[in-house]
């Protein structure tokens, strides 16, 4: 292995994010040690990479101290469902995985001087007051409805990161993912995208929640783990928080048609269903930190990693 190369940890390295980041870091020479509980996440998404001598399975709840015997240089912490379906089935397992699961991610990276990153998210800012969204807008979270859950738990995680930066001087790192979407997203994952794509493959109505009019600014997969990466490893110690996402924005109906027109043969129509509480109404990332700090910015157009995701979608299920 060349000496250069690092022994990196992600954890939610079975799920949709962590198992395309953990392909990549092997692809570029690093060992990796994927730690997962397979709450949401699957071996199916990390089978390739399962023989590969630079890759190990770690099957561990974050929410217990974590012991690694390796050096680790870098730690991405991805460990939480990320669907609200999934969150809120067990709204107490999220808040423990983002808090104390977070906690004994730091003392981790403490112990082992790793710089670390926070897959923090877009969910800080709520259902948001300010439009588009910079990293400088404290958020409109609701901290006792359906979502807390995961919305306080990440805001809790980002305090916890500056807090440990401060006290402990733990290099840290932390961006607010938004809405990301791929291949590797489980068929009953329930976010938007998925839904809608394993909905119309089957010929069953796409349901929109509300009447649509509801926006969210949606990033392919490899645009994201690009900008994860450079994140990580930029030269100039920005820590964050940085936005990453694409500030393209379209309303859920929108989405629905695009995902019938990219797939013709499909007999689905539309249906609408209850507006979920505190469901934000808008969503865009303000992307010039990213662009100036890392520059990034997202190249995929939403049509062609839609047909992408389709085509996943069509070998799945
Ligand atoms: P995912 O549900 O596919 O992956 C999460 C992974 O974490 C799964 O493999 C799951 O088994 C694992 N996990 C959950 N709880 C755990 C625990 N207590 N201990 C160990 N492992 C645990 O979701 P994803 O979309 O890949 O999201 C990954 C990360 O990115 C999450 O932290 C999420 O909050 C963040 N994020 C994702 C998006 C997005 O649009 N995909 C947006 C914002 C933030
Ligand atoms: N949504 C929908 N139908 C679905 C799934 C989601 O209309 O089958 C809506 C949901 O109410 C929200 C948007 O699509 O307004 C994005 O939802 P998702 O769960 O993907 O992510 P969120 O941004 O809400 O975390």
Known sequence: MNPLHMNILVTGGAGFIGSHLCKKL?????????????????????????????????????????????????IYNLACPASPFHYQKDPIQTIKTSVIGT??????????????????????????????????????????????????????????????????????????????????????????????????LKGESLTVYGDGSQTRSFQYIDDLVEGIVRMMNNRKDIVGPVNLGNPEEHTVKAIANIVL????????????????????????????????????EPKIPLEEGIKRTVEYFKMMI
């Open 261 to 296: 027109s990219l797939i013709p043969e499909s007999k689905s129509g539309i249906a609408f269903g209850p507006f979920p509480p505190d469901d934000p109404m808008h969503r865009r990332p303000h992307i010039s930190l990213a662009k100036k700090e890392l520059g990034w």
């Open 26 to 74: 092997i692809e570029g020479g690093d060992r990796v040690f994927c730690l997962d509980n397979l709450h949401t996440g699957s071996k199916e998404n990390i089978a390739n990479l399962i023989g590969s001598e630079n890759f190990s399975f770690i099957e561990h709840d974050v929410i217990r101290p974590i012991a690694v015997r390796d050096s680790i240089d870098q």
């Open 103 to 200: 906690i004994n991610v730091l003392e981790l990276a403490k112990e082992k001087g790793a710089t670390v990153l926070q897959a923090s998210t877009s969910e800080v800012y709520g259902d948001p007051h300010e439009h588009p969204q910079k990293e400088t807008y404290f958020g409109n979270v609701n901290p006792i409805g359906p979502r807390a859950c995961y919305d306080e738990g990440k805001r809790c995680a980002e305090t916890l990161f500056f807090d440990y930066a401060r006290s402990e001087g733990v290099k840290i790192r932390v961006v607010r993912i938004f809405n990301t979407y791929g291949p590797n997203m489980h068929p009953d994952d329930g976010r938007v995208v998925s839904n809608f794509i394993v909905r119309a």
